[in-house]
T-cell receptor
Framework: GIQVEQSPPDLILQEGANSTLRCNFS?????LQWFHQNPWGQLINLFY???GTKQNGRLSATTVATERYSLLYISSSQTTDSGVYFC?????????????FGKGTKLSVIP | GAVVSQHPSRVICKSGTSVKIECRSL??????MFWYRQFPKQSLMLMAT?????????EQGVEKDKFLINHASLTLSTLTVTSAHPEDSSFYIC???????????FGQGTRLTVV
């Protein structure tokens, strides 16, 4: 099945700083999602982004499908951005619907 | 976005008992739902795919007799952890999509503690 790798595994930011999280995947995909897992475990959908660039407030994401990576940008970080960020891609490649998750990036934003 | 609701959010049970977790799609029909498990400080791992009206498909290494899945309607899938043991303690979370190859939505998750 597809391999999904995220970097960095841990990230500590001062409030107000910007950051870039990376997700590499081993096979071609036709969908990719970014999630934020809050301290209670809930997965919050951030982006559904098979390709191209999307923006939502201080967050934006870019997926370059041909090069098999996706980036999540967080600008002007806030303490509420803390948590674990996951990217996920289809389980066996382009045609399936289960998701394989990366190991996540744990973000800590300090005041 | 679509809403997936999971219940209960937290359960503590005694070793040897069974626990049922419900996953509902509130504003769409889901012929397929997915069950994941997450151990502390780890990622989510797919356990099984729940199919409405047919048997679930389990991932390698997941005991189908321990984790019983029933997908009796287009909006409800249940996961029953049978004869639970402390090593079954984990965070269980379900997922569904309004349509194939579209965005997946997740329930709130269920934190199971077996004592």
């Amino acid at each position: 099945g597809i391999q999904v790798e995220q970097s960095p595994p841990d990230l500590i930011l001062q409030e107000g700083a910007n950051s870039t999280l990376r997700c590499n995947f081993s096979d071609s995909v036709n969908n990719l999602q970014w999630f934020h897992q809050n301290p209670w475990g809930q997965l919050i959908n951030l982006f559904y982004i098979p390709s191209g660039t999307k923006q939502n407030g201080r967050l934006s994401a870019t997926t370059v499908a041909t090069e098999r990576y996706s980036l999540l940008y967080i600008s002007s970080s806030q303490t509420t951005d803390s948590g674990v960020y996951f990217c996920a891609a289809p389980y066996s490649g382009a045609g399936s619907y289960q998701l394989t998750f990366g190991k996540g990036t744990k973000l800590s934003v300090i005041p | 976005g679509a809403v997936v609701s999971q219940h209960p959010s937290r359960v503590i049970c005694k070793s040897g008992t069974s626990v049922k977790i419900e996953c509902r799609s509130l504003d769409f029909q889901a012929t397929t739902m997915f069950w994941y498990r997450q151990f502390p400080k780890q990622s989510l791992m797919l356990m099984a795919t729940s199919n409405e009206g047919s048997k679930a498909t389990y991932e390698q290494g997941v005991e189908k007799d321990k984790f019983l899945i029933n997908h009796a309607s287009l909006t409800l899938s249940t996961l029953t952890v049978t004869s639970a043991h402390p090593e079954d303690s984990s965070f269980y979370i379900c997922s569904a999509r309004p349509e194939m190859n579209t965005e997946a939505f997740f329930g709130q998750g269920t934190r199971l503690t077996v004592v």
